[in-house]
């Protein structure tokens, strides 16, 4: 019977990548400097430090840019909310989503019965959704009716076998 499974997935190197781009530019560009500026990665998160909201949200945009750029998906990106730091300065955590929570896989097997596809199901195992049909046909109708769904994190599709 084929299969597919449903992931979501970040390239943790790239993302690496990514905050040492944003890095070098924050402490080459005129408007960051002595500002104090600056971008810390930890495993599961970005923590941003600024003197003014103003430098955070321009930080913040620097970094999405080279997010963008390395095809991180900015939906991989949770922004906590803007901390009051040390010295007036301002910090932000932007945690990196991993993996498909319980919720959306519930929400992922929803939209696979709605399709009432006759032989389709979907089953939830730990981090990934897999989904079994008896035609290809069918498990591509519901590839592409996941991709049109906007589910809030970055969806990809592997591990398919006939």
């Known amino acids: 019977m084929p299969s597919f499974d449903v992931t979501s ?12 781009q944003a890095s070098r530019e924050v402490a080459t560009r ?34 999405e840019e080279k997010l963008v750029r390395r095809q991180v998906s900015l939906k991989a990106l949770s922004y906590g909310k803007v901390e009051e730091a040390s010295k007036g300065t301002v910090r932000q955590h932007v945690t990196l ?36 049909g008896k035609k290809r046909d069918d498990l591509q109708a519901v590839i592409a009716r996941l991709k049109a769904e906007d589910l809030g994190i970055p969806i990809q599709f592997g591990n398919f076998r006939d």
Not at 31 to 52: C, Q, V, Y
Not at 118 to 131: A, C, D, I, L, Y
């Open 30 to 63: 005129f408007d960051f400097k002595n500002t104090g500026s600056s971008l810390e990665l930890t495993p599961h998160e970005i923590e941003l430090n600024a003197p003014t909201d103003d430098r955070l949200r321009a930080l913040t945009q620097v970094l």
């Open 97 to 132: 989503q991993a993996g498909i929570s319980a919720d959306h896989a519930r929400r992922i097997n929803k939209i696979v019965k709605e399709l009432n596809l006759r032989g389709v199901t979907s089953q939830s195992q730990g981090e990934q959704v897999r989904v079994f």
């Open 9 to 20: 997935e970040i390239d943790f190197q790239e993302v690496r990548n990514a905050v040492d």
